[in-house]
């Protein structure tokens, strides 16, 4: 990170400039056998799309905010970025009726529905396809994304003193996030090309900073596993060592 990084989208940005094609986040669920690894560049060209999504098909303004109905996955983590570049509050599965808008996975759908704003439903399947048809009440994620342009200019600036995440019930500012991260990596001894596997969920503090932001912010990457208790203990062993993993956050 630069000195002068204050939100989770400076990271990023400073992510890009200093190694774009080093991966950046890989993906395994155990439950279907999906494996997909996103380098910085490619990570921070899903973010830049679905930023432009939120900001132009959903309208969203710094300050709205919107529920993430989404467990631990790789389009999740593009989200909690798109987020922070717009300025909205990411709320990790917040009240829908509260919200100004709502992301929602399959097995989400009808608790979303209880918000009144603009809905997106992912369907969180490998290679990130489409819905057969959208879910009534939503557009899709992966229909309406591809659209979007590849570069993102906000139409505000980001205030890194603002709310920014909802996670456990705690809120926390861009700034919040950014000091939190680093304090994490420095804990978790992660540096630079370090490898961190998590198979925590995005429930909590500590699992979304395992899971994305304190690897991001030391310079390294993450292995975000879900549903890890169905992988055996030797498969387990073996992932450890195709992946280069140096730190493990279980």
Not at 64 to 78: G, I, K, Y
Request: proline letters at 6%; one cysteine or more.
């Amino acid at each position: 990170m630069n000195a002068s990084d204050r939100t989770p989208a400076d990271l990023l940005r400073s992510a890009l400039a200093a190694d774009p094609a080093r991966p950046l986040v890989t993906y395994y669920d155990d439950a279907t056998g999906e494996r997909v690894e996103l380098s910085v560049a490619t990570f921070a060209n899903w973010v830049a799309k679905t930023s432009n999504l939120l900001q132009d098909h959903l309208s969203a303004e710094p300050g709205d905010r919107v529920a993430l109905l989404l467990p631990a996955h790789w389009q999740t983590a593009v989200w909690l970025l798109a987020c922070a570049s717009v300025g909205v509050v990411a709320d990790l599965g917040g009240d829908p009726a509260t919200a100004d808008h709502v992301v929602a996975g399959p097995d989400r759908l009808d608790e979303g529905r209880a918000c009144r704003g603009e809905r997106l439903a992912l369907s969180l399947a490998p290679l990130g396809r489409r819905f057969p048809t959208a879910p009534e009440g939503y557009d899709d994620y992966a229909v309406e994304v591809p659209t979007q342009g590849d570069v993102f200019r906000p139409y505000a600036p980001v205030d890194a003193d603002a709310p920014a995440l909802t996670v456990a019930g705690a809120e926390l500012t861009g700034s919040d996030i950014v000091e939190r991260a680093l304090a994490d990596a420095r804990r978790l001894g992660l540096r630079a090309g370090s490898r961190l596997l998590s198979g925590r969920g995005y429930d909590t503090w500590e699992g979304v900073s395992a899971g994305l932001y304190a690897p991001l912010a030391a310079g390294g990457s993450v292995v975000l596993c879900r549903n890890l208790d169905r992988l055996a203990a030797e498969g387990l062993e073996k992932r450890v060592e195709s992946e280069r993993i140096t730190h493990r956050a279980l």
